[in-house]
């Protein structure tokens, strides 16, 4: 994790608008992400980190997150990254168990986009 990376994550960690067990969930999964090579830097990860940290905060809260009408779009996009989407389901599946924070189709496809943009600046 790159300084600005960390800096963003103080933040939500200090700021007081994401709870801390998802802080501490969103950190881990860097780490992972990190630790097998991806290139969890700002630029690569801050959009990801943002997301996360704040959808898993609302499930938690147990306030809803509404589907999007770009839903389609979002899974087509997806049909050329299946590793993306694989690892977004088995993050929400993490999620689920550990945070008790279903994250709804729609989320999890985003978190895909996420991935795949960190899985395209690992092979810059």
Same mark, same amino acid.
């Given at each position: 994790?790159?300084?600005?990376? #960390?800096? &963003?994550?103080?933040?939500?960690?200090? *700021?007081?608008?994401? &709870?801390?067990?998802?802080v501490e969930f969103v $950190?881990? +999964?860097l780490a992972a992400l990190?630790?097998?090579?991806?290139?969890?830097?700002?630029?690569?990860? *801050?959009?990801?980190?943002?997301?996360l940290m704040f959808a =898993?905060?609302? =499930?938690?809260? *147990? +306030?809803?997150?509404?589907?999007?009408?770009?839903?389609?779009?979002?899974?087509?996009?997806?049909?050329?990254?299946?590793?993306?989407?694989?690892?977004?389901?088995?993050?929400?599946?993490? #999620?689920?168990?550990?945070? *008790?924070?279903? %994250?709804?189709?729609?989320? $999890?496809?985003? %978190?895909? %986009?996420?991935?795949?943009? %960190?899985?395209?600046?690992?092979?810059?």
């Amino acid at each position: 994790m790159d300084e600005r990376l #960390a800096i &963003r994550v103080r933040l939500f960690r200090e *700021g007081g608008q994401v &709870r801390p067990e998802v802080v501490e969930f969103v $950190v881990a +999964e860097l780490a992972a992400l990190d630790a097998e090579g991806a290139p969890v830097t700002d630029e690569s990860a *801050g959009l990801l980190t943002s997301h996360l940290m704040f959808a =898993l905060t609302r =499930l938690v809260d *147990g +306030e809803p997150i509404t589907e999007y009408s770009t839903d389609a779009q979002v899974a087509a996009e997806l049909a050329d990254h299946p590793e993306a989407l694989w690892r977004a389901r088995a993050v929400a599946a993490r #999620a689920r168990e550990r945070l *008790g924070a279903t %994250l709804p189709e729609s989320e $999890v496809n985003f %978190l895909g %986009l996420h991935l795949a943009v %960190l899985a395209r600046h690992g092979t810059h």
